[in-house]
């Protein structure tokens, strides 16, 4: 079956724009997780979703970043306001049950100029 | 003391020879352990995971688990040139509760 997808692949927006990145799971995968991955370094955690509701946010760095899976399926990470900081690839993950084995999609690259 | 630490790199070793991992993690209620693989410019994909204390064998890679020492390592038998990736241990425990912690990586190079 098709793997987990992202859209866009790449993003280039202005400082202090509004930006949404999405995320498709596999089908039939409960868990969803957003990660920010920075040059050279690990995958950092930022939300969890189980079903439509997210149970485990305290990744997310302040209160410009926010997510929604309305349907349980889709998810969509939301940044106000847009920092040069914020810049680094953003990672969708999908598991069929919290704590199970994470499956990637390709990312999306944000570049904040 | 981070999370989750990795040796960043980069390992070098010959072609055919066996490459070692090594991944430490603080949270001694740590239940889940994953090796990633990362090539340049891709997302993560999984290789292995472990959940008892002991060896999980698959085809050339090997996870080895040590609870006591809060120890998990990947060994690749006969690396490949293709082997070359950046490598994460990835934790997932009750403290960390269903989300992943990842290592920094490490950068594996297997020369020809």
């Known amino acids: 079956g098709a793997g987990v997808s992202q859209t866009p692949s790449n993003k280039v927006t202005e400082k202090g724009k509004y930006v949404e990145l999405r995320c498709d799971p596999i089908s039939g995968h409960t868990a969803l997780y957003w990660y920010r991955q920075s040059l050279g370094q690990g995958p950092e955690f930022l939300i969890y979703?189980?079903?439509?509701?997210?149970?485990?946010d305290s990744g997310l760095p302040n209160d410009r970043f926010f997510a929604v899976r309305p349907e349980g399926s889709v998810s969509t990470l939301k940044i106000q306001r847009t920092e040069r900081g914020d810049s680094a690839v953003y990672l969708c993950?999908?598991?069929?049950?919290?704590?199970?084995?994470?499956?990637f999609g390709p990312g999306t690259r944000l570049t904040v100029l | 003391q981070k999370e989750v630490e990795q040796n960043s790199g980069p390992l070098s070793v010959p072609e055919g020879a066996i490459a070692s991992l090594n991944c430490t993690y603080s949270?001694?209620?740590?239940?889940?352990f994953f090796w990633y693989r990362q090539y340049s410019g891709k997302s993560p994909e999984l290789i292995m995971f472990?959940?008892?204390?002991g060896d999980k064998e698959d085809g050339r890679f090997t996870a080895q688990l040590n609870k006591a020492s809060q120890y998990v390592s990947l060994l690749i038998r006969d690396s490949q040139p293709s082997d070359s990736a950046t490598y994460l241990c990835a934790v997932n425990g009750k403290n960390y509760g269903q989300n992943f912690v990842f290592g920094p990586g490490t950068r594996l190079s297997v020369l020809p």
């Open positions: 472990i959940y008892s204390n």
């Open positions: 949270d001694r209620g740590s239940q889940s």
């Open positions: 993950a999908s598991s069929l049950l919290g704590g199970d084995t994470q499956y």
């Open positions: 979703f189980q079903g439509t509701g997210a149970a485990d």
